[in-house]
């Protein structure tokens, strides 16, 4: 999945296009950033981490619809990272497709591409 900037962070579950919530990015470095907007700027200060639980957002795509994003934990070396709740593993974004179903807009998989092909 390829993500289109900025990337907006929501509260998880229903009305989720509507509830902007702040999210603290924790860099490396020890410097901590609170936002409710991801830019590809954020992505090239550095490696950073969630604070608390993993991240949910939406972007627009190039076809101006909004596709949610489930288990954002980080970034490593400039890619955005997501959490596996079936193998318990970060892994980078591309290793997650976007789902079929479009229940409230377009969504990824919350399972990574390995452990739903089984």
């Not at 290793?95 to 807009?105: E, I, M, Q, S, V």
């Amino acid at each position: 999945m390829k993500i289109v900037f900025p990337l907006y962070f929501t509260k998880k579950g229903k009305g989720w296009r509507k509830s902007p919530k702040d999210t603290t990015l924790k860099y490396k470095d020890g410097t901590i950033k609170t936002t409710r907007i991801l830019n590809k700027s954020d992505l090239q200060c550095g490696d950073f981490k969630i604070n608390g639980k993993p991240a949910f957002g939406y972007f627009i795509n190039k076809k101006g619809e909004q596709i949610r994003v489930t288990n954002i934990v980080g970034c490593k070396k400039g890619k955005l990272r997501k959490w596996c709740p079936k193998c318990k593993k970060t892994k980078s974004l591309k290793k997650f497709d976007l789902t079929g179903r479009n229940t409230a807009g377009k969504r990824d998989q919350s399972q990574c591409s390995k452990c739903r092909a089984g």
